[in-house]
């Protein structure tokens, strides 16, 4: 019963997100060996100045 | 000190809201045997292009 | 397809974890008008050296 | 590679958010004594109605 | 900057756990079109006792 | 009622996990105008073999 979680910052287009999750989920079940049906994806979009790296929001890059 | 966070598709009434919290603070309290006080909870409201189940987002379902 | 995540400070017995995820799965299903196959519940029993409040770990209470 | 994630009640300035991730970020990399660089920080704003202590949505109060 | 969560119950080989970071890394970083550097995952294993759907710990059946 | 997570690669000494709870109570509490006693923290440690920058996990480096 597998959960994945992807964090990321918010602008992707929803054809990269279905093809995210579709890959995800595959990856997951092919590997852990589980049926893609048990297999759960949430998706969580970040907007950039909530996300730092060094200390700096990534909406200053 | 209990953490209790709650993640579900979004679209639910604030009564359900309310009522969710109430309940899930309650239960907790009462089976570990802690003051309702020390019980936290977090609700996550999540698009239903952003959860999918065997890879398909739950708003093609 | 609700997912509830429960923190709290390991020790609690094998009843009360059982007992818990029972009344937070049940709870879930009614208030958010969901079956209790769709609902996941997941534990995360946290040392009381790896929880603090107000700066002060639980493991010096 | 720590990953610090800052839960909070929405409504904060733009300037207390950097500052949030600035001192978490050299916090963090001198208690841990590692690069800034490799420190990642998420904020997560919550909205009152979301957050319950003690049963309680935090909207009330 | 993507954070990938897996979760899953414990019991996993180390080349399982191994194929399954490189492979959520690989296809997170192409759909994405980020870097593979620049994405990060973390695994959780989940004592099937501390997991249950329907109210029922995976350790149950 | 700000809640701070802190994961990072096990290993760090007792010294280092009270040190920084302490500092990432104090900062958030500081920055954010809340008092220390509504600030909750609570530390993951992951094994290095879970945690993959790249692919790779950083038990290979």
Request: no cysteine; hydrophobic share 45%; proline share 5%.
């Amino acid at each position: 019963m597998p959960m994945i979680r992807a964090e990321f910052i918010s602008g992707k287009t929803e054809a990269q997100k279905r093809e995210l999750v579709e890959a995800l989920t595959r990856e997951t079940a092919r590997v852990l060996e589980v049926r893609k049906e048990s297999v759960w994806v949430v998706l969580q979009e970040v907007e950039p100045e909530n996300w730092a790296v060094a200390g700096t929001p990534l909406s200053d890059r």
